[in-house]
T-cell receptor
Framework: GEDVEQSLFLSVREGDSSVINCTYT??????LYWYKQEPGAGLQLLTY?????DMKQDQRLTVLLNKKDKHLSLRIADTQTGDSAIYFC???????????FGAGTRLAVHP | DAMVIQNPRYQVTQFGKPVTLSCSQT?????MYWYQQKSSQAPKLLFH???????NEADTPDNFQSRRPNTSFCFLDIRSPGLGDAAMYLC????????????FGNGTRLTVT
């Protein structure tokens, strides 16, 4: 079945880059997504990448996709305290864009 | 402006007392989803509507039902809440469910006493 795995915790210093990694299992996923969740809030779509792309850049965010290894990463440049949140990787599974989420990576940014 | 709106943000209900959570959208999207997210876990899909077509996940308990009276509104009904149903409930929409991204509301946190 489908499964998405992420490391649970990442701590970085303010101003450094953060890299959050994810592996997925469904090779038929057409899109892969990154969502951000702040405490007590819903999921905010950060970015997504089409499976025929290797990289997508959007301001401070860079997504890298290694389809052969089924590995996805999210790099946040110049990490700020406002980036502290839980980041979820998700793959599509089946019709109607059903998303399978990883358990989330909690990013802590310290001075 | 919020495009997927969930009410209330916080809901407390008693064990066994039916409760309804609501979701509305201004995006005119065809697909609406309900996810359950327990503490420190990934969101898990309960069911979704494509227009009026209801699609239940195989492992969604019968205790959970949904209604979509029109394009804009979708409701989650929990017929007899148990302590294990305490969670954040997230509503999401998608334009056509093909590969268009999901847009989430801020969720309703349900407490069962």
């Amino acid at each position: 079945g489908e499964d998405v795995e992420q490391s649970l915790f990442l701590s970085v210093r303010e101003g450094d880059s953060s890299v959050i990694n994810c592996t997925y299992t469904d090779s038929s996923s057409t899109y892969l997504y990154w969502y951000k969740q702040e405490p007590g809030a819903g999921l905010q779509l950060l970015t997504y990448i089409f499976s025929n792309m290797d990289m997508k850049q959007d301001q401070r965010l860079t997504v890298l996709l290694n389809k052969k290894d089924k590995h996805l990463s999210l790099r946040i440049a110049d990490t700020q305290t406002g980036d502290s949140a839980i980041y979820f990787c998700a793959e599509t599974a089946g019709g109607y864009n059903k998303l399978i989420f990883g358990a989330g990576t909690r990013l802590a940014v310290h001075p | 402006d919020a495009m997927v709106i969930q009410n209330p943000r916080y809901q407390v209900t008693q064990f066994g007392k039916p409760v309804t959570l609501s979701c509305s959208q201004t995006l005119n999207h065809n697909v609406m989803y309900w996810y359950q997210q327990k503490s420190s876990q990934a969101p898990k899909l309960l069911f979704h509507y494509y227009d009026k077509d209801f699609n239940n996940e195989a492992d969604t308990p019968d205790n959970f039902q949904s209604r979509r009276p029109n394009t804009s509104f979708c409701f989650l009904d929990i017929r007899s809440p148990g302590l294990g149903d305490a969670a954040m409930y997230l509503c999401a929409t998608s334009r056509d469910g093909g590969q268009s991204p999901l847009h989430f509301g801020n969720g309703t946190r349900l407490t069962v006493t």
